[in-house]
């Protein structure tokens, strides 16, 4: 076949594309970063000298603590142990919205073959929770991304959570290492279909020996079909996985649009939760399927519940598209109102404070600041933890009133002391975000 007898030269071009693709994503270190940390080591160099165990973590200035977390792996075909690359670009971007975000490399395929990838992913999300106290990082709210090869990490550590067989013995052991939501860009899944879905102009030939799917497993893939079968997340998908949104170019050369066409179908069958974004004439990159000229073209599915929807031109592919998901998936809400009254005596008053969820996914554990814009003092609550320092306060929830349902609601009060002005507080957020406000 022609592709084949091309194959150096496809395989010279992918390579060069995929760095491309990854150098455009380094940037200043973001700006919403309160601290950088580099070259965190989450096991020992395998093999020494080479980047595969090391993390980058980018801490935000503001927001919530503990902080919900992102990881990061930036794709390369698996022929870099430099993954963690370019999630200053992910954190210039999530960091301002509240989230810690952590690069994160694993070794390359010519440095260990499958599952050897899977197994340094999980050992790097069991270390950022195993300190997650140290870094203010919250444990229970843990997402992955990833793009190409990355994403297809992204899916494995999303589908495979509790998967006792990947994972492995590699670094900190005996901590969790499930994430609580996914988001891929345009990941392989089934790599003996790849051929078979390729562009009619042509693409990759997967099948060789020397391609990154054939590589990464060790074997000509179609001559080893079981081994592969292990690497194919779309085989651990079931109705228990977390949330998993994805997104693919219908115009991809280099991974084949009907990769995530396979994933969709088997999480809605499997009555699980994911929302597919596919762009028209979109090629492999996050400039292609995030690209503004191409906003109200794509075509959104979303199965949940054993069913599904199809809605053409909304959401948009866009960060902000992003981090709402990322919210509702993990629970933090995307949505909210706020009722505020007051019963005042001479220096004193009580306050009762109404939070609605008026987003569609539950609220699981929450967090209430404002600030005030007197001198008022907080010295006693119920039904929250309500601390303050200066005239920022925090109420968090008691565990009788952790979660809030979708379009349900939950109370907790106070009593305070002032003199002067006992003006209302301008804003709440719940979670982080700024909530409708009505004045009792």
């Not at 009555?271 to 906003?295: E, L, T, W, Y």
């Not at 907080?378 to 009133?401: E, K, L, P």
Request: with cysteine; aromatic share 8%.
């Amino acid at each position: 076949m022609r592709v084949r007898t091309r194959m150096p030269a496809i395989l010279g071009m992918v390579m060069t594309m995929l760095a491309t693709l990854t150098a455009s994503l380094v940037i200043s270190p973001p700006a919403q970063a309160a601290q950088v940390i580099s070259d965190i080591a989450y096991a020992p160099a395998q093999p020494a000298g080479s980047r595969g165990h090391l993390l980058d973590l980018y801490l935000p200035s503001g927001g919530i603590t503990p902080r919900p977390l992102v990881i990061w792996h930036s794709g390369s075909a698996w022929s870099s142990d430099d993954g963690k690359r370019g999630a200053d670009a992910i954190a210039a971007e999530l960091n301002a919205r509240g989230f810690a975000v952590a690069g994160v490399s694993v070794r390359s395929s010519s440095q260990a073959v499958f599952p050897a990838q899977v197994h340094d992913v999980k050992a790097a999300i069991r270390w950022l929770r195993a300190n997650a106290a140290t870094y203010q990082l919250d444990p229970n709210r843990f997402a992955m991304m990833g793009d190409s090869s990355g994403g297809w990490l992204t899916e494995m550590a999303t589908f495979t959570g509790g998967v006792s067989s990947l994972e492995g013995t590699v670094g900190t052991t005996g901590v969790s290492s499930s994430v609580q939501a996914g988001l891929a860009f345009y990941s392989p899944t089934d790599f003996l279909q790849m051929n078979a879905q390729n562009l009619p102009g042509g693409g990759l030939d997967h099948d060789s020996p020397v391609s990154p799917e054939s590589q990464l497993i060790g074997c000509a893939i179609q001559t080893c079909p079981a081994k592969v079968a292990l690497a194919n997340p779309i085989n651990y998908v079931d109705s228990a996985d977390p949330p998993l949104l994805f997104l693919h170019g219908q115009a991809d050369f280099l991974v084949p649009h009907g990769q995530s066409v396979l994933l969709y179908n088997k999480i809605k069958a499997s009555c699980g939760n994911g929302q597919f974004i596919s762009v028209p004439g979109a090629d492999h990159g996050k400039s292609d399927v995030m690209d503004p000229a191409r906003f109200g073209t794509q075509t959104v599915y979303t199965t949940t519940n054993c069913g599904g929807t199809t809605q053409v031109g909304s959401p948009n592919p866009t960060w902000d598209t992003f981090a709402a998901y990322l919210r509702g998936a993990l629970k933090m809400g995307t949505s909210c109102q706020v009722s505020y009254a007051t019963t005042t005596w001479s220096g004193g008053f009580t306050g009762s404070v109404t939070i609605r969820n008026t987003g569609t996914t539950p609220i699981d554990r929450w967090t209430v600041t404002w600030g005030w814009p007197g001198n008022q003092q907080v010295t006693t609550a119920w039904n929250a933890v309500v601390t303050q320092s200066g005239t920022q306060v925090t109420a968090r929830n008691d565990a009788h009133n952790a979660v809030i349902g979708a379009s349900s609601s939950t109370s907790f009060g106070f009593e305070a002391t002032y003199s002067g002005t006992n003006a209302v507080p301008a804003e709440f957020r719940l979670n982080g975000i700024v909530c409708a406000r009505v004045l009792g």
